[in-house]
């Protein structure tokens, strides 16, 4: 174990036998690790909030607002923040004993219900960002109910098939995010913030190590898209930070690194190409390009969420650069990010990139063909299978669809990172032009991004707000 002074900043190194799990005070963690491998293992420093954003980010977004500074796209996205279905108030939660997402065969209610977290997970993040931005306390008192009426009623996450691992990931990071905002409300007491401690990582938290372990006895290490993988990590990272779990933040860093699923950074990655229109970049190939790109960009946005937590615990914990997970690889989420906004983007014709000519077409667009969960050991009908007793198919371009040049919430935390937090001067063409078509990324005005469907719960939203400099 790697244990890290960060008062002294010296390293003290001592090799310990790690347990196969560790309970800290809000519960039992399964944390048994590879038998060939021991990860590195880091003593973190925890200062609240830390996750999405830390308190600076919200001094920062405050002052702009209450001095009248802020630019327009921020004080638009902050209208419609105060503006959404989410954040009226008096709100009323709808807690459910079960979550279920997927098949309802078997479960106590029949049919799916994950709505209901997905939309009062939602209102409880959105309204603990308007908590920070208006000193409101109103809000802050909704949040407060809505996490205790949960912790209080849901005792599972449930279906009759895998589907509701992305309920446990995605509501997961949501709650989460949530929770560690509201960490510093001193209306929330002792009592119930220890009670939903437990009740996360218990529920969401086994769930989500459950998936990375990837202990579905029929399927591969890569049978699940990287959406299903990245969305778990995000909640794992998430419940970790918000409890102060050095184990569980440890494990996310490694699998981002390190980890047998597409939501590693090594398999996220599925080809490295040259800007076919010769700007000279450098453009990543995303594991799911070649699928409808409505799920393309989510697997981006949700890898710029949990970049975006890692970051911001980075800028407590500096000695631990695995944190960075937005430089890994020589910046390739940033390259991700421009794969993915090249084969999505129009021309500068339309703001909302609904009309004009397509920037490339599929046969201008390099691919790397991959075979994906092709005669692997997946069995059941959980598989890919194709017939024949063979699994899988053949990547061989990216989807041009109905989805193609969709837009999802997240470009603004990809391209102020790099913009102005790293501060490049060059790398992000498409990401920057992409990041102008969406902006402000949740809607202004008449226009709206946040839904409805599930789609619009994937990535947390807002990055306009949070992040955007000009």
């Excluded at 060939?36 to 973190?44: A, K, N, R």
Aim: proline share 3%; glycine share 10%.
């Amino acid at each position: 174990m790697i244990k890290i002074n960060y008062q002294t900043g010296l390293l003290a190194v001592a090799m310990v036998a790690l347990s196969s799990c560790r309970e800290n005070a809000y519960g039992v963690v399964d944390l048994t690790l590879p038998e060939e491998e021991t990860p590195q293992q880091v003593e973190y420093v925890y200062k609240h909030p830390s996750a999405m954003f830390n308190q600076a980010d919200f001094d920062r977004v405050k002052s702009l607002l209450d001095d009248g500074l802020a630019p327009l796209p921020v004080q638009q996205e902050f209208a419609a923040l105060k503006a959404s279905k989410y954040t009226q108030l008096p709100y009323a939660p709808q807690p459910q004993e079960q979550i279920v997402r997927g098949d309802p065969t078997g479960t106590k209610t029949g049919s799916q219900n994950f709505t209901y977290a997905m939309r009062d997970a939602a209102a409880a993040y959105q309204m603990s960002l308007l908590w920070k931005l208006t000193g409101d306390n109103r809000y802050a008192d909704a949040v407060v109910g809505i996490l205790n009426a949960w912790a209080d009623v849901c005792k599972e996450i449930t279906s009759n098939d895998y589907d509701y691992m992305l309920a446990a990931g995605c509501q997961g990071y949501t709650f989460a995010n949530a929770a560690e905002i509201m960490q510093t409300y001193e209306g929330w007491n002792a009592a119930d913030q220890d009670d939903f401690k437990k009740w996360i990582v218990g529920l969401f938290g086994a769930k989500n190590r459950e998936f990375l372990e990837h202990k579905k006895a029929d399927t591969c290490d890569e049978h699940y898209w990287s959406n299903w993988d990245l969305v778990n990590m995000c909640s794992y990272l998430a419940i970790g930070i918000l409890t102060e779990n050095d184990e569980m933040v440890n494990y996310v860093v490694d699998y981002f690194y390190n980890g047998p699923g597409n939501g590693s950074i090594g398999k996220l990655i599925r080809g490295t190409h040259q800007d076919p229109l010769g700007t000279g970049e450098t453009v990543c190939q995303n594991q799911e390009s070649g699928r409808d790109q409505g799920h393309a960009q989510m697997s981006l946005m949700v890898t710029a969420n949990l970049c975006q937590m890692a970051y911001t615990f980075y800028r407590e914990n500096q000695a631990d650069s695995r944190l960075d997970f937005f430089a890994a690889n020589d910046n390739a989420v940033l390259a991700m990010g421009e794969y993915v906004a090249l084969t999505n983007l129009r021309d500068g014709s339309d703001k909302e990139n609904k009309t004009g000519a397509w920037l490339v077409t599929v046969t201008q667009m390099p691919f790397a063909a991959f075979d994906y969960c092709m005669d692997c050991a997946c069995k059941g009908s959980g598989d890919k299978a194709l017939g024949g007793g063979r699994h899988g198919f053949t990547m061989i371009t990216f989807a041009d669809d109905e989805g193609r040049g969709s837009l999802r919430p997240g470009w603004d935390l990809i391209y102020n990172h790099y913009a102005h937090v790293k501060g490049f001067s060059s790398g992000y063409t498409y990401v920057k032009a992409f990041a102008e078509k969406n902006r402000p990324e949740c809607g202004a005005g008449d226009v709206t991004r946040y839904g409805d469907n599930s789609g619009a719960f994937d990535q947390l939203g807002w990055g306009t707000l949070m992040t955007y400099r000009e």
